[in-house]
Nanobody, 124 residues
C-alpha cells in the first residue's frame, strides 16, 4: 500500500514556473513507476508524464514536452514535476500516481495508487 500526497499547486501567471511535489509513504516506493496526470473542469483525466522506477526513463505528453520535467528521489520517497513556461491551458488539478509494475504506462486506469490532487491555475 502506498499513500501519495501532492503539494506545490497554486495560482501563477502564464510564462512562469511552478514545481509540484509528491510525497509517498509505504514500502517499496523505489519499485513503482510514478506518473503525473491532470484533469481540467469538464474534461477527462489526462496523462502528463511518467518516470521509471530508477529514474532513468521519462516520457511526456506532447502537450508538455520540453516544458515539464519529472524527477524522483527514491531515498526521500518523493517525485517532482517541474513546470516551466506555463500556459492557461495547463490549468487543472494535478495528480501523482503509482504503478506497481515493471512496465510504465500512459493509461490512468493502469495506475494503482493516487494522491488527492493539487490545483494549478495559470492566469493569462
Amino acid at each position: 500500500q502506498v499513500q501519495l500526497v501532492e503539494s506545490g499547486g497554486g495560482l501563477v501567471q502564464a510564462g512562469l514556473s511552478l514545481r509540484l511535489s509528491c510525497a509517498a509513504s509505504g514500502r517499496a516506493f523505489s519499485t513503482y513507476v510514478m506518473g503525473w496526470f491532470r484533469q481540467a473542469p469538464g474534461k477527462e483525466r489526462e496523462f502528463v508524464g511518467y518516470i521509471s522506477w530508477n529514474g532513468v526513463i521519462t516520457y511526456y505528453a506532447d502537450s508538455v514536452k520540453g516544458r515539464f520535467t519529472i524527477s524522483r528521489d527514491n531515498a526521500k520517497n518523493t517525485v517532482g514535476l517541474q513546470m516551466n513556461s506555463l500556459k492557461p491551458e495547463d490549468t487543472a488539478v494535478y495528480y501523482c500516481a503509482a504503478r506497481s509494475a515493471f512496465s510504465a504506462s500512459t493509461v490512468a486506469s493502469e495506475y494503482h495508487y493516487w494522491g488527492q490532487g493539487t490545483q494549478v491555475t495559470v492566469s493569462s
